[in-house]
């Protein structure tokens, strides 16, 4: 979809980031809502190594934003803890972004501006217009750049959202089912270009989804989150890049492997 390489060579690798690595532990994570509500999540021990892709599967209600929330500092967990690049986490920080469904754009301003939201809290005002630039063209809207975002297509709108999430350089990136509004044919074409991005840029990603497939087609490892709240299974995604698509027979029997283990463990496929 999008052919920057030469904008790709350019971006500014983690400078301004405080940890360079970024690298996720989670221990003991335990959660329920409330005084006395049933538990979220019971024990939830996961290592994620800097730079790798996971998928973090599940039914509805089997507690993955819940995780997010929690590995993100926007929630506290009841018992277990979270660190990222060595550190705990206890409250938000520029070091990470998490993007949502919906791309909470601000319709009063255009697609550059509201790319360059995070840069402005930051403060970065330096080299902000250059950066804006760059990220556009690695998502593929460098010729939007003026547009009025309430003017795009909701693919579009989900680009803009996630050149706005990287252009401060976070160190990791946290989706929570990012795509699920969208077409099939976007959907693709996203899934594919967020791979690649996390790729060029060392990021470090972890993907909520619902979809096996969509957990094949982008990670390198996709987790299972089982009712309960615990993860009863862990598997690595060895696909060639060029096997990453649903034509490829590869694929295909990745996507069955994954379901047939998915209804086994989970009554989920
Ligand atoms: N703020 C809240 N207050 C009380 N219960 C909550 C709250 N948020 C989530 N829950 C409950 O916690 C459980 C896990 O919810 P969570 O949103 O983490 O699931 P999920 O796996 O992300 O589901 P989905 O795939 O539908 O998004 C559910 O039973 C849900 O009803
Ligand atoms: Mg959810």
Redesign the pocket.
């Known amino acids: 979809m999008v052919k920057s390489d030469s904008t790709d060579a350019r971006l500014p690798r983690r400078s301004g980031a405080t940890t360079a690595r970024t690298d996720v532990s989670i221990r003991g994570v335990t959660h329920a809502?409330?005084h006395a509500?049933?538990p979220?999540l019971s024990g939830v021990d996961l290592e994620i190594a800097s730079g790798e892709i996971v998928a973090l599967i599940?039914?509805?209600?089997?507690?993955?934003?819940?995780?997010?929330?929690i590995v993100a500092g926007l929630l506290k967990p009841k018992d277990g803890a979270v660190w990222i690049g060595g550190q705990r986490v206890q409250k938000p920080s520029a070091d990470w972004v998490m993007m949502f469904q919906s791309p909470s754009l601000f319709p009063w301003m255009n697609v550059a501006q509201n790319t360059g939201l995070g840069l402005r809290y930051a403060g970065q005002r330096a080299g902000a217009a250059a950066r804006i630039a760059e990220v556009l063209a690695l998502v593929d809207l460098a010729a939007l750049a003026d547009r009025n975002v309430q003017d795009l297509s909701g693919g579009q709108q989900q680009r803009v959202a996630l050149a706005r999430s990287i252009a401060t350089e976070p160190g990791l990136l946290l989706l929570?089912?990012p795509f699920s509004a969208l077409d099939i044919f976007t959907r693709r074409a996203l899934q594919n270009d967020v791979r690649r991005i996390a790729q060029t840029l060392g990021l470090t990603l972890v993907l909520?989804t619902?979809d096996v497939a969509e957990a094949v087609q982008m990670a390198d490892r996709s987790v299972l989150?089982a009712e309960g709240?615990r993860i009863t299974a862990d598997t690595p995604i060895t696909l060639t890049e060029a096997d990453r698509h649903t034509h490829s027979r590869d694929f295909q029997k990745e996507v069955t492997r994954l379901r047939t283990l998915y209804s086994e463990v989970a009554g989920m496929g």
């Open positions: 809502y409330g509500g049933p979220v599940g039914r509805s209600g089997s507690g993955k934003s819940t995780l997010l929330h929570d089912e909520v619902h989150l709240g």
